[in-house]
């Protein structure tokens, strides 16, 4: 690719990702008017949409604990990985 085609492929993508969030901010204030409607409740038919907002609850290793208490466990544990990351100032 030539300089000017890799210009003009980073303004385009900054371009969608400006427009990625803005798209991310519309969807973020429809599903908090959608929780807001729903309130306590769990379930909501909306047309031939099914909407569900239920509790969820998980279990996860807190790992500054496991640090702190038991560094050597925690040591042996911890897989460290390599990555490239892209970014555009």
Do not use: C
Not at 20 to 46: R, S
Not at 73 to 89: G, L, M, Q, V
């Amino acid at each position: 690719m030539s300089n000017t085609e890799i210009t003009a492929a980073v303004t385009q993508l900054q371009e969608l990702r400006r427009m990625q969030e803005e798209l991310t901010a519309e969807i973020e204030t429809l599903t908090d008017a959608i929780k807001a409607h729903m309130g306590e409740n769990e379930l909501l038919l909306a047309g031939p949409y099914k909407v569900t907002w239920k509790q969820v609850t998980s279990s996860r290793i807190d790992t500054t604990a496991l640090k702190k208490a038991l560094p050597d466990i925690a040591a042996k544990y911890t897989k460290t990985t390599t990555t490239r990351r892209f970014e555009i100032r």
